[in-house]
């Protein structure tokens, strides 16, 4: 076996402060606790909110579109979606067009509770925005769209 080798801990700092990825993941759990904290009062996740309205379209969407906009497979979004079914805000409807395919609808109870948590995300985005410098918001966001 060959010797284990070492790396600095002037790496490890290295790469806590330069780490894209790290940065991001951090962001991210810092935003969903606050979205989470938000929308409590709701009822709802921040992952929810995003799921619910993701499906808030003209026409019920099928499974493979959502899971891509959500970046998630479509094993976890199945399981992202039994809850809000048991809760009947959305529906798992088989699509007229291929009997194999599934498509995501709405419920009514399903629109109403997103529309009462409309006003909670907003705020709550706004006040985010808020604790960026004037126009960095636009910018991370375009930024993130990039890396996305």
Do not use: Y
Not at 11 to 28: E, S
Not at 102 to 120: E, F, H, K, V
């Amino acid at each position: 076996m060959s010797e284990p080798v070492e790396l600095p801990f002037a790496t490890t700092l290295m790469v806590r402060d330069h780490c894209l990825c790290l940065h991001a993941q951090r962001a991210a759990r810092a935003l969903a606790r606050r979205f989470d904290a938000a929308l409590r009062p709701a009822g709802l996740t921040n992952g929810q909110f995003s799921l619910l309205m993701s499906l808030n379209r003209p026409e019920p969407p099928p499974m493979a579109p959502v899971a891509q906009l959500l970046a998630m497979d479509r094993t976890t979004l199945t399981a992202m979606l039994k809850p809000l079914e048991r809760r009947g805000l959305v529906q798992v409807l088989v699509s007229e067009a291929d009997k194999r395919s599934r498509r995501l609808a709405l419920t009514p109870a399903g629109r109403t509770l997103l529309a009462a948590a409309m006003p909670i995300w907003t705020a709550t985005h706004a006040a985010v925005e808020a604790e960026l410098p004037p126009g960095n918001a636009a910018r991370l966001r375009a930024d993130l769209v990039a890396l996305g």
